[in-house]
């Protein structure tokens, strides 16, 4: 349908339809890409991405959208220490898995409770979104709670990765999306097959802040490995 596509991420808008529709889709660590013109939801997770039919189309992509920018200053600014000299795509490598230690966290493997999944979306309804757009800057409330998300990243993902001397995680699809949101993690989802009814899904690779770079490397040799890929069909 289309050569490239951009995605804006706060919690999964990239890594999850990209999943479900068997195509490549890169969430890049936070402020590597500029959000300027994107309707914020906050500036601790949003990013921006693209989505692609091949791992080396998107990061040929994310090579054009990287850097700074004087209209998203200051996160540019923090995250172009994290841009390879040379770019991305020198990461395209066949074997790029080797040598690499993957952390597979049980809790993304793990069946959903129905009743929980449905309870829990009673907290994320339209009236919440229509009464955060009445706020007028962040109060103390959400300073607290800024405060905490960067907590839990620090004793959370990046604990974890650096105690395992990890260079990624994976999960299925984007069931990992929450965990590299609050952190402002890179991921890249990659198609990895095709259920009973033909429905697509994927494997997610996620790292720590400027991690893009050995994610690239697995998720490339995992799709030329692989080639699961089927392009999409059309019935009259």
Not at 138 to 153: D, M, N, V
């Amino acid at each position: 349908m289309a050569a490239v596509t951009l995605g804006s991420e706060t919690d999964g808008s990239i890594l999850c339809p990209s999943s479900w529709n068997s195509v490549v889709g890169i969430k890049p660590t936070v402020g590597l890409t500029s959000r300027s013109g994107v309707i914020p939801i906050t500036p601790l997770q949003d990013t921006i991405g693209p989505m692609c039919r091949t791992v080396s189309d998107a990061v040929h992509v994310l090579d054009a959208i990287v850097g700074y920018d004087d209209l998203d200053a200051e996160a540019t600014a923090a995250a172009s220490k994290y841009i390879p000299h040379g770019g991305y795509t020198q990461f395209l490598r066949i074997d790029g898995l080797r040598g690499k230690r993957i952390g597979v966290p049980d809790v993304f493997f793990q069946g959903y409770d129905d009743v929980y999944m449905a309870e829990r979306l009673k907290d994320f309804g339209q009236p919440d979104l229509i009464a955060a757009e009445k706020t007028n800057g962040i109060g103390e409330r959400e300073r607290a709670a800024i405060q905490r998300l960067k907590e839990i990243s620090t004793n959370g993902l990046e604990k974890l990765m650096k105690e395992h001397r990890l260079d990624a995680i994976v999960a299925p699809n984007s069931d990992a999306s929450s965990v590299l949101a609050v952190g402002g993690y890179p991921g890249i989802a990659v198609p990895a097959g095709y259920d009973r009814q033909g429905v697509p899904f994927a494997i997610c690779f996620g790292g720590l802040r400027g991690y893009e770079p050995r994610l690239i490397e697995m998720a490339y040799a995992f799709e030329q490995a692989t080639r699961v890929r089927k392009p999409p069909t059309f019935r009259r």
